[in-house]
């Protein structure tokens, strides 16, 4: 582990180098550079930090030597995959980026190149896409002294982005894969804008925003939809701005839209953990219906009936039961197939009722004639999919009132009437603004 400490304003610059473990601390206004690096750094108190990646510009001498060095003392197999942190508390200033994110595969992984510098050709490593999604960079920032500071991470490959505890920030994070990204305790930002953001790896990925203020949040082209747990607990959306994200498409892959439970003290409190995600979505689906996207804003109205229906203190009738029957039928509204499936099942199940009342007909499901019974009286299914039907279109010739055909006729209307309005509703959403 190396150790360094300056009082110095100068200016560090660590280039194509492998640090297993160090600690650089400085005192007043000092910059550091570091490229093409790897190694956990813990960088304390600089006013900037930068960190860069080329693949497309590591020499080879440098690295020739640092790999036999590596490999000789088995420290790793492969440089490119070894997790890599870098760790800044209280810098007024943090840039992080690659050359370039989406790069072809090379037809040569070793070029022999002319460097103006030293005088001399000399070969170069090119890296495919392929070798940089094996790396295993991290980076977390975090500090409450500092006050403003400005962040900025663009075209890199992040196994882990965690920012937080900063007051006042300016952070332009885009055109970035990483498995894990997290924004905590965030207060009072002067600037945030995402874009551009989605999983590195989708099967075990995570994007959260806990207790932190994202009102003046920009969240532009975020594929949410490779994330496998998403959270925005306790932080303010409502007037954040959303524009061109991606979410799950299907409301039953929304169990990964999720967040944290709220744990005090040690305990776990599922009420009001249920409260800040119905409060969560609430506010998702505002911001989202005043960027105009109405289809997303839905998904997230059903998501926040899907926890308050899961609130203790509700009434059964008045709230219990409306909850359950919007979310059965039709999902609060966002899915017209599940209605129009109840429907037809209803509808069935009344037609199979409404047979077993006639007196000319006897349920035995080994007789074939019963089975052509049903394909005879095939037009009492239909009656029953009119709301307003009568009752004598449900009584054959022949046949004697019965009350339990009026009972029938009764339930029908009642119950597919309302299937109907679910239906027709989930069909209009698109028309509420």
């Known amino acids: ?199 590195k790896n989708s099967s075990k990925s995570e994007i959260s925003f806990s207790n ?59 009420n009001i953990f249920y409260r800040d995600q119905y409060h969560t979505f609430l506010s998702l689906k505002k911001s989202l219906e005043k960027t105009g996207d109405i289809y997303e804003a839905q998904k997230m109205k059903s998501l926040a009936y899907r926890y308050l229906e899961k609130m203790k203190g509700l009434r059964f009738f008045q709230d219990v039961i409306p909850l359950k029957l919007n979310k059965w039928s039709s999902d609060h509204g966002i899915s017209p197939i599940k209605a129009l499936c109840w429907i037809i099942g209803v509808s069935g199940l009344l037609y199979f009722l409404l047979l077993l009342s006639f007196d000319h007909l006897q349920f035995d499901p080994n007789n074939k004639k019963w089975y052509s019974a049903l394909i005879i009286n095939f037009k009492y299914f239909i009656v029953l999919l009119n709301p307003v039907h009568r009752v004598s279109d449900l009584i054959p010739k022949g046949e004697e009132d019965v009350n339990s055909i009026y009972l029938l006729s009764f339930f029908s209307r009642v119950i597919i009437g309302y299937l109907y309005y679910q239906f027709i509703a989930a069909f209009r959403r698109f028309g509420k603004i």
């Open 1 to 199: 582990m190396s150790f360094l400490e300056t009082n110095e304003s100068v200016k560090l610059i660590i280039t194509n180098s492998f640090i297993e473990h160090s600690r650089i601390r400085s005192k007043s206004k000092t910059n550091i550079n570091i490229k093409n690096s790897f190694g956990n750094y813990e960088l304390i108190g600089f006013y900037l930090v930068s960190i860069n990646y080329n693949p497309n510009d590591i020499k080879l001498k440098d690295w020739k030597s640092l790999m036999y060095y590596l490999k000789k003392n088995k420290l790793i197999p492969d440089l490119l995959s070894f997790p890599t942190s870098f760790n800044i508390f209280g810098a007024k200033k943090i840039i992080a980026q690659s050359t370039s994110l989406f790069i072809p595969p090379p037809k040569k992984s070793l070029k022999l190149e002319y460097d103006p510098l030293v005088g001399s050709k000399e070969y170069k490593i090119k890296l495919s896409q392929s070798d940089l999604l094996k790396t295993r960079i991290n980076l977390e920032i975090r500090d409450y002294k500092i006050k403003s500071p400005l962040i900025n991470i663009n075209k890199i490959y992040l196994e882990r982005l965690v920012i937080s505890n900063l007051i006042k920030s300016r952070i332009n994070v885009s055109n970035i894969h990483a498995s894990l990204f997290k924004i905590n305790n965030l207060v009072s930002p002067q600037e945030l804008k995402l874009s551009n953001i989605s999983a």
């Open 212 to 270: 932190s203020d994202l009102e003046s949040a920009l969240f532009n082209n975020i594929n949410f939809k490779n994330f496998s747990l998403i959270s925005f607990y306790k932080s303010t959306v409502s007037e954040a701005k959303f524009f061109s994200c991606k979410f799950p498409s299907n409301i039953l892959n929304y169990n990964n839209f999720n967040s944290l439970e709220h744990i005090d003290f040690g305990i776990v409190d599922k």
